[in-house]
Every structure is written in C-alpha cells, then in structure tokens.
C-alpha cells in the first residue's frame, strides 16, 4: 500500500518525441508498467507516468510525459517542453521518414527547452528486423554529429526499454549531482 516514508531525492521529467505511431506509448508502458498493447491509442490523453528508482543510492522519481497524440496536429506546446531535463527523441526503424524527421524534431526541441538538456535518440521496433529502413550506423553517425545518446529498443519484446531509461536517467543525475 506505498511507503509513504520513502523520500523522493529528485524528480526528473523527461519527454518523448517524435512522429505519431513510432511506439512512444508502447515504450512508456513497457518501462512504467511492463505493459504492452497492440492497440495503444486507448492511452491518448495520458499525460505522463511516473517510476521511481535508485540510483547512485538516491531516490528519483522519473516523470516521463508523453505527447498523446499532439504530435499528429504539430501541436506539442512549450509546456510539455517546460521544466524537462531529458528527452528521447524516438523514430521507427522500420519508417525512413520518422527518422528523417528527427533533424526537425532536435530543431523544436532545441527551441523549447532547457540548453542542458540530456537527449536520447531511440531506434524502437527493433523486433521487425527484416523491415529495417534505417540503418545503425546512419542514425550512430546522425546522434554523434547532434551529439546525442543512441540506443535501439523493442517496446514489444522488452528490449533495451529499460537500460534506455536508465541511461538518460543516470546521465541526467550526473550533470545536476
Ligand atoms: P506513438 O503514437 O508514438 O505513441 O506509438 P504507439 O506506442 O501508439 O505505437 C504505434 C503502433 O506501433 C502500435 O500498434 C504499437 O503496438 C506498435 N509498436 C509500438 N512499439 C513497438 C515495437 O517495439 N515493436 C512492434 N513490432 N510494434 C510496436
């Protein structure tokens, strides 16, 4: 029933961007609640979901928003971008232009948010690997010119769902400790 003792050290907010349908939902499900659905947009309206873990022996909570369906009217507003120190700039790897629209993605987030913000790159569908369309080393060479942390995950089948979290999270709490 909760430990209401248990004192939060930090609270990060992080959001996750990118085209519409590119598993950012299915993503948040997997590292929030272990959840996945084939039919995910039951969830629009979410705004964010919340996990709390150790790290480093301090207690973070990890506010992780998501867009909601915004992103498909271009209408993510400078409040989703407010107060985020993380961010996972997320494409399918099996649609070239979700991932070609990252370059765009990285621009308004640039604009809105805070200039130390910690960004993530995030190849998801990695389960459909006969249908790749975009390269590894592609999106390597795009994240190391931006200057970006790169993973490729599965929402699907768990892969790397979690070490992408932790990774952002832990990189966010070494800049701000
Ligand atoms: P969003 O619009 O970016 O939030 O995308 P969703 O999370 O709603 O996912 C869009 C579609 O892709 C849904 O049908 C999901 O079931 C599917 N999907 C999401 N992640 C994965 C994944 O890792 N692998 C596969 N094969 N499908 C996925």
């Keep these: ?39 995910s ?5 979410v705004e964010f979901q919340t996990k709390t873990l150790i790290i480093d022996q301090k207690t973070v909570k990890a506010q992780i928003w998501d867009t909601a369906g915004q992103e498909r009217y ?14 996972m700039l997320v494409y399918d790897m099996t649609k070239r232009q979700s991932f070609d629209h990252m370059a765009r993605w990285l621009e308004e987030l640039r604009g809105h948010a805070d200039k130390n913000i910690v960004i993530m790159l995030i190849g998801n569908k990695c389960d459909l690997g006969s249908l790749r369309a975009v390269p ?31 990774t952002i999270l832990t990189e966010i709490y070494r800049l701000i400790s």
């Design 136 to 166: 590894t080393e592609d999106a390597q060479e795009f994240a190391q010119r931006e200057n970006l942390f790169f993973m490729e995950t599965s929402a699907l089948e768990s892969t790397n769902v979690e070490t992408a979290f932790l």
């Design 41 to 45: 947009k039951a969830t629009i309206g």
């Design 1 to 39: 029933y909760g430990d209401y003792s248990q004192k939060i050290d930090y609270v990060f907010k992080v959001v996750l961007i990118g085209d519409s349908a590119v598993g950012k939902t299915q993503l948040l499900a997997r590292f929030a609640r272990n959840e996945f659905s084939i039919d």
């Design 74 to 87: 271009r209408a993510v507003t400078s409040a989703y971008y407010r107060g985020a120190v993380g961010a």
